[in-house]
């Protein structure tokens, strides 16, 4: 695990420094310390901003940084014990791409998303849609955008929480904007 310039400092990972703090540490590229706060943060609005500012280090130089703090997220949907920390935390995951989000579809599937087909993986998304825990709706949102398939279109009239269905609908408009964005270019250069 990576140590910053300043683990020998005790660290209450309480919200008394506000989300000021948090952005400093983040700011500084302390990682380990964000971390800390969104797995031990005292409320879950530090938790959620620690989520939210993981999310920046998508583009950080560093692999073995990048890759600790998508399974710090991944984590966090898989354990969290808020659904607006597990959201904030699948958002982030989404800023570092086809990798990340396959290895947290890999955390809550069966099989292995790496190797499995494409329609294997579209289709327990799409079921995860109607799933009874939170986190698995969530996961199937985000999921739905990077493997795409018209399934959301289905759950938009069914009596399931408004969020999921709002997710999985911008999900779904992304993947049609997508494929319009690919379909427009082929044709331009045919």
Known sequence: MLQSANSDRQMSFD???GETFLYELARDGQTTEVIGYLKRGSSPAVRKRAA?????FADHPDEQRRDEVVQELIEAVKHGDSEEVRSQAINSLVRYGDEAIKRLIDRFSEFNAKSAPRWLIAENLIEWLDDDR??????????LEWF??????????RPSQTRTRACAAVQFGRVVLSATT??????QSG
């Open 134 to 143: 939170p986190e698995f709706r969530l996961v199937a949102a985000a999921g």
């Open 52 to 56: 939210e500012l993981l999310g920046d």
């Open 182 to 187: 690919v379909s427009s270019r082929h044709w």
């Open 148 to 157: 795409g398939d018209e399934g959301p279109c289905r759950h938009w009239s």
């Open 15 to 17: 919200d008394s420094h």
